[in-house]
């Protein structure tokens, strides 16, 4: 593994470690440890019985996280759509689990280093695996698919209005000359993709990320699997960065935090106390960086905290 070093800043901070509300001899999962920012924060919460578990699919992280040696802290590798899986592994499923934190979308040590392919704007192989031991390179990706399978991941994946002529184009020039590297492809979109305020070729690197890595698959599934192991009162944080993301964890929220309507003056029937028995979440709060933090950490722009906590059942 190549050595690299990169800045991080991790996002919200003080909010994370604020709306958790960290017990000291508490249970907590980051599922996404990246360059473990919001890991060492939260750790400085606990007391000597508190325990903190990370889960991390990338390597490079994992590498990152073993140099932390602290007993209460333990780093599995994997996908965090396996959260329940591997948290039952470690048989802490009946104790439950106080907190767990999702900071989707890439990470300082993913976008910042050319050899991973995530940048449009640094040249290197066209890759965005984000565990590079597994699966297919985007590059590999696009030269077995036809411009109509491509266009659709283009126009799901990152709201591309240019979808069908950039997969056009691709399917063309990989015929010719195969793309291999980021920037052969950033220049490509650049002459189609008419210039805005972001980078002509950020909704396809994006889509292509994120169908790559099954980014919104694993997410959907970690929601489902997050709520049967967080104890009553405890709290799931989740920090998006962009609509596909962020709609999928309201909508979450909103299904299973909304209460039916029951007309004022109506006895309460047997069903509707089972459907009142089924809101499984109360929504606390939609928090955004505030212009201070922008201007300190740009990449923060974007981001959205939604926050939740689990409801008692005798509530």
């Known amino acids: 593994m190549k050595k690299f070093i990169s800045i991080h800043t991790p996002v919200l901070v003080k909010e994370i470690t604020k709306?958790?509300?960290?017990?000291?001899?508490g249970i907590y999962i980051d599922c996404t440890f990246g360059c473990g920012g919001h890991t060492k924060e939260i750790l400085k919460h606990l007391n000597k019985t508190g325990k903190l578990y990370a889960i991390?699919?990338?390597?490079?992280?994992?590498?990152?996280?073993?140099?932390?040696?602290?007993?209460?802290?333990?780093?599995?590798?994997?996908?965090?759509?396996?959260?329940?899986?591997?948290?039952?592994k470690k048989n802490i499923k009946n104790k439950k689990v106080n907190g767990i934190l999702l900071d989707l979308g890439v990470s300082s040590i993913q976008i910042d280093n050319s050899h991973r392919g995530f940048s449009f704007l640094l040249d290197g192989p066209l890759d965005m695996r984000m565990?590079?031991?597994?699966?297919?390179?985007?590059?590999?990706?696009?030269?077995?698919?036809?411009?109509?399978?491509?266009?659709?991941?283009?126009?799901?994946?990152?709201e591309e209005r240019f979808s069908k002529k950039i997969a056009n184009t691709i399917v063309k020039k990989n015929k010719i000359e195969p793309i291999t590297r980021t920037l052969q492809l950033a220049k490509l979109i650049k002459k189609i993709v008419p210039k805005h305020k972001k980078h002509p070729a950020t909704?396809?690197?994006?889509?292509?990320?994120?169908?790559?890595?099954?980014?919104?698959?694993?997410?959907?599934?970690?929601?489902?699997?997050?709520?049967?192991?967080?104890?009553?009162?405890?709290?799931?944080l989740i920090i998006s960065f962009h609509?596909?993301?962020?709609?999928?964890?309201?909508?979450?929220?909103?299904?299973?935090?909304?209460?039916?309507?029951?007309?004022?003056?109506?006895?309460?029937n047997e069903t509707q106390i089972k459907s009142l028995k089924?809101?499984?979440?109360?929504?606390?709060?939609?928090i955004k960086p505030t212009i201070s933090e922008i201007h300190h950490n740009p990449r923060a722009r974007s981001a959205i905290l939604r926050i939740a906590e689990k409801r008692n059942v005798n509530e």
């Open 203 to 236: 909704r396809t690197f994006q889509a292509i990320r994120i169908y790559i890595n099954k980014e919104l698959y694993e997410l959907t599934e970690a929601l489902k699997h997050a709520l049967k192991i967080l104890s009553p009162g405890g709290r799931l």
């Open 56 to 88: 991390d699919k990338d390597p490079f992280s994992i590498d990152i996280a073993h140099k932390i040696k602290d007993n209460r802290f333990t780093i599995i590798p994997g996908n965090f759509s396996h959260i329940l899986q591997k948290f039952q």
């Open 131 to 158: 565990n590079p031991d597994i699966g297919i390179t985007a590059a590999q990706w696009l030269i077995k698919s036809n411009a109509k399978t491509i266009s659709k991941v283009l126009y799901e994946f990152g």
């Open 243 to 268: 609509s596909l993301e962020d709609r999928i964890v309201k909508n979450f929220f909103l299904k299973n935090s909304k209460a039916p309507y029951i007309p004022p003056g109506i006895a309460i």
């Open 278 to 286: 089924n809101i499984k979440l109360k929504t606390i709060k939609k």
């Open 19 to 25: 709306y958790l509300k960290i017990k000291k001899n």
